[in-house]
């Protein structure tokens, strides 16, 4: 993941918010246990979110070491971890694991999963978050090392492959679909060290503008059948 994204990344940031509002409703059917792991934290932000609403602790894990060390305090502990190396004592040490906007970075998913999976017990939850729609892939998912964008056929059946149960999948962001289709056409004018700082934080005004967008889809289309985001929940399944 470029770097400099995160830099820009916040709980206060529009996107930030809505995507925890989607994931606080996915959530409010399951239980989440009382171990719980993010896998690519990075600088901590949902995390934060997570542990605000959860009140207990959710432990991160990241390759990038810096942005781990820009990570506020919280009630959780950080590590620098690859979770391919698969620790012993990690292994089934956690019963719910988030992976949130991470695994379109991926070269391939589903072994990465399995690697997931490995750190999640039987019956564990996997909560997952990545862009969609293919079309809407850009320079700007380039720069950020983003390898695709997903629907929920290909989400669906990485998930099988790599041994879990899809519970619940929910696109959202419908109504910022034409933001990102204008995004898309800036990004072909755009210097590549202005990319994501011109493509992930708006202007005040356009700012606004998202928040708007924003409010009108969680009152009026809480679940559209489209959008540029794609949340999920699965189990890992039960080993015989």
Same mark, same amino acid.
């Given at each position: ?17 809505? $995507? ?6 996915l959530l409010s059917s ?14 901590? @932000? ?7 609403f959860l009140n207990q602790?959710?432990?991160?894990? !990241?390759?990038? =070491? ?10 959780? !502990? ?23 906007? @991470?695994?379109?970075?991926? !070269? ?21 978050? &990545? ?44 109504? @910022?679909?034409? &933001? ?9 004018? @755009?210097?590549?060290?202005?990319v994501i700082a011109r ?17 009108? =889809?969680?009152?009026?289309?809480? $679940? ?10 699965? $189990? ?5």
């Amino acid at each position: 993941m470029a770097g400099e994204w995160f830099e820009h990344s916040s709980p206060d940031h529009f996107w930030f918010q809505w $995507r925890f509002e989607v994931l606080r409703a996915l959530l409010s059917s399951h239980d989440l246990g009382g171990h719980l792991l993010e896998i690519g934290c990075g600088n901590g @932000t949902a995390r934060q979110q997570l542990e605000s609403f959860l009140n207990q602790p959710v432990h991160g894990c !990241d390759l990038d =070491e810096r942005a781990l060390q820009s990570a506020p305090p919280g009630q959780g !502990d950080l590590f620098v971890y690859d979770i391919h190396d698969r620790r012993a004592q990690w292994q089934s040490a956690f019963d719910t694991i988030f992976l949130l906007d @991470t695994l379109e970075h991926i !070269d391939n998913p589903v072994e990465f999963l399995r690697s997931v999976s490995f750190h999640l017990r039987d019956g564990g939850l996997l909560v997952l978050n &990545v862009p969609s729609l293919q079309w809407l892939f850009s320079r700007y998912d380039e720069v950020a090392g983003h390898v695709k964008r997903y629907n929920k056929t290909i989400l669906r059946d990485e998930l099988m492959q790599a041994g879990y149960e899809v519970c619940q999948t929910q696109y959202w962001g419908l109504t @910022t679909i034409p &933001v990102l289709a204008v995004r898309k056409l800036m990004m072909k004018f @755009t210097d590549s060290q202005r990319v994501i700082a011109r493509g992930f934080q708006p202007s005040p005004i356009s700012d606004r503008i998202l928040r708007a967008l924003m409010w009108l =889809e969680r009152r009026l289309m809480p $679940r559209p059948i489209i959008g540029c985001s794609l949340a999920a929940v699965a $189990r890992k399944s039960v080993q015989d």
